[in-house]
């Protein structure tokens, strides 16, 4: 009997990862997932999900366990889809976000690290059985990578921004293996991490309404099946239309 397929998702375990949790879940996938916290009690209960690794993908040891259990608990499998889907937008003592001319640069480091560095670190342990599979990998990166976000913060942006450039660069050099590259830009989202200030954005958004994790899962998912085969290096904007303006 062939196994299920399986994805592999960071930051699960709440927001825009868990939305995708699920809904690879409901297409019968098996999940590993990583997160800094538990494995949230109904994500336990999914008969599909297969093994949580809570891990700091900000801490180059953390990640680096990370990869090893979860290649241990894939034993040679193939790996169907990696979903970069961790990131971080701290603030500094103040409460402001982290912006070029505030914020301790060792901030902006961990930024980079879990925003950026690790979905290359994760993408380089996990290629051997993404090679496998001829899999998929998708970068969650942001509208705030592409101007100027009232709310983001000059790391965060930065970070996705460059994270948009590792995207391109990933999809020429996978597709040498028969893995495709491809990101996915969120707009405003109904997440944890949105600031209450979003509100006030909603009138510049085409659709008139925030987006939800669902509509992010939607095409997250939809990327890593084989309808996509053809798509790779691109970057799909999740944002009612909010980019354009």
Request: glycine share 8%; net charge negative; proline share 6%.
């Amino acid at each position: 009997m062939p196994h299920r397929p399986t994805v592999i998702l960071t930051g699960a375990s709440r927001g825009i990862g868990h939305a995708t949790v699920k809904r690879f879940s409901d297409e019968g996938w098996s999940v590993i997932t990583c997160s800094r916290d538990e494995v949230p009690a109904d994500c336990r209960r999914d008969p599909n999900w297969t093994h949580h690794v809570s891990a700091d993908l900000g801490c180059i040891d953390s990640r680096a366990a990370f990869i090893a259990e979860a290649n241990l608990v894939l034993d040679g499998r193939p790996l169907q889809a990696l979903v970069n889907n961790a990131g971080i937008s701290p603030k500094t003592p103040f409460k402001e976000r982290l912006g070029c001319l505030n914020g301790d640069i060792a901030d902006w480091r961990m930024v980079f690290e879990t925003n950026f560095f690790a979905p290359l670190v994760l993408a380089r342990g996990f290629a051997a059985g993404l090679a496998r599979a001829k899999g998929a990998i998708v970068n969650i990166t942001s509208i705030a990578g592409h101007a100027v976000h009232p709310f983001a913060g000059s790391a965060y942006s930065t970070s996705k921004a460059a994270l948009s450039g590792l995207t391109r660069e990933m999809a020429v050099e996978f597709a040498q293996l028969g893995v495709r590259v491809n990101a996915v830009a969120p707009g405003e989202i109904e997440t944890a991490m949105l600031s209450p200030e979003t509100e006030v954005l909603i009138p510049r958004i085409p659709l008139h309404r925030l987006g939800t994790p669902d509509d992010v899962a939607s095409i997250v998912y939809r990327l890593c099946t084989p309808e996509m085969d053809y798509i790779t290096g691109s970057e799909i904007f999740v944002t009612g239309g909010q980019h354009l303006l």
